[in-house]
């Protein structure tokens, strides 16, 4: 396989939760992908036929093993790939979770869950990381989680937090990068992940039974921004991890 199109491996946990406004980043730099669709059953294949790993969201915990047994064998081929293969690495939201659970962190339920067009911010070490070069400061984004990582893996940097979410990107080196929130929303993203009960019933309880509207409204007004801070992502991403 060529550095200059790589071939990305991408577990989902649910159908509609897939790379988003991302696939059209892999398609423009070069790059293809085969989704893995583990809530139902699909096996992981050998990670020797990819150049990278993307984990995405999901309505379950890490810590739902018994209720989701294939979490056992994504942890330990996340461990495979980061530790072993030093394979490139994106995670988003229970993508950040399960990365920090098999590099030997911490997660678990948050203390306030953040769910809603909500402001992270750059520290200091992401100020410094080439992954966050170009990103903005205070950035909204997508939040839609009542779990968190508590406590970083011994090799990890935190990239950016919030008010109540001390770990919202972390990096591990220069290219396994993970994210809480989402900044690869598209126009139906809202609406799509409120049909997920489990969403739906976090974001009763958090916001209201009419939330959904007006998530949906504030998301809307913030995609552009979100979608220039993930391409710069991307590209930073893909930079450090291909070039």
Known sequence: MSQSSPHFLVFQHVACEHPGAFR?????SGASWTPV???????????????????????MDVWQKDENPWLVDEIAAIREAVVSRKMPYMGLCLGHQLLAEALGGE??????????????NMTDAGKRHPAMAG??????????????????PENATCLMDSPVCRYEAMAVGDTALSMQFHV??????????GEIPAYANALAQ????????QMDHDATESIEDMTQAAQTIYNNWFRLSYS
């Open 135 to 152: 990103v903005p400061a205070t950035l909204k984004t997508l939040q839609w989680h009542s779990a968190e990582v508590t406590r970083l």
């Open 107 to 120: 997660v678990g339920v948050a203390e306030t869950p953040e769910i809603g067009v909500l402001e992270v």
């Open 206 to 213: 958090t916001c209201g039974e009419q939330a959904l509207a």
């Open 37 to 59: 669709e583990l809530d139902e059953g699909e096996s992981i294949p050998d990670l020797a036929g990819f150049d990278g790993l993307w984990v995405m969201g999901g309505p």
């Open 24 to 28: 059209a980043m892999m398609k423009a």
């Open 184 to 193: 690869e929303i598209e126009p139906t993203t809202v609406r799509d992940w």
